[in-house]
Antibody, heavy 119, light 109 residues
């Protein structure tokens, strides 16, 4: 079945780095744009970043721009999010999401991976 | 981009209809055709309920409908059921970026 599975979350100290992964299955990975969306504890959804189907275009939310890099490996059906200079306010559940073709909406979501930034 | 504005909570009795508003600006909601709504139950990932303002993905109940007027999008749930109790988020896609609303908690009385 169509599935996204995130991994790589954990507890990290402020200022350190972390790389999240999102493994996809059940669809042609290289055909779709992919996003990262996060949700701080008890808060709403916040869009983080998007990467085009071929990796040629990437866009970021202002809150993470310069500290985060989205990338993908179409040969491995895997999406990544490299997060540097982490701050307490980056503490959240991080979801990867597949963009439905041509509709700019997220039709498939992973289960999320928890990132906690704390000393 | 600033978050879109949604009411914090909306409630209704079983069988009733409720409407959740999502207000933005002429640069996002008013400009974009790419307006979506998501349902999220506690501890679960969001689920796409509406895209392109008013279209339903396969498998989503026709009790859910979307619309837009000016800078405000709306999600209406008719025939409210206990399982509809959840948080709902609107989103707008413009200039290659997505912005979400703050979320609305729907309570079924």
């Amino acid at each position: 079945q169509v599935q996204l599975v995130e991994s790589g979350g954990g507890v990290v100290q402020p200022g350190r780095s972390l790389r999240l992964s999102c493994a996809a299955s059940g669809f042609t990975f290289s055909d779709y744009g992919l996003h990262w969306v996060r949700q701080a504890p008890g808060k709403g959804l916040e869009w983080v970043a998007v990467i085009s189907y071929d990796g040629s275009n990437k866009y970021y939310a202002d809150s993470v721009k310069g500290r985060v890099t989205i990338s993908r490996d179409n040969s491995k059906n895997t999406l990544y999010l490299q997060m540097n200079s982490l701050r307490a306010e980056d503490t959240a559940v991080y979801y990867c999401a597949k963009e439905a073709y041509g509709v700019a909406a997220f039709d498939i979501w992973g289960q999320g991976t928890v990132v906690t930034v704390s000393s | 981009q600033s978050a879109l504005t949604q009411p914090a909570s909306v409630s209704g009795s079983p069988g009733q209809s409720i409407t959740i508003s999502c207000t933005g600006t002429s640069s996002d909601v008013g400009f974009s055709y790419y307006l979506s709504w998501y349902q999220q139950h506690p501890g679960k990932a969001p689920k796409l309920m509406i895209y392109h303002v008013s279209k339903r993905p396969s498998g989503v109940s026709n009790r859910f409908s979307g619309s837009k007027s000016g800078n405000t999008a709306s999600l209406t749930i008719s025939g409210l059921q206990a399982e509809d109790e959840a948080n709902y988020y609107c989103s707008s896609y413009t200039s290659s970026k997505t912005v979400f609303g703050g979320g609305t908690k729907v309570t079924v009385l």
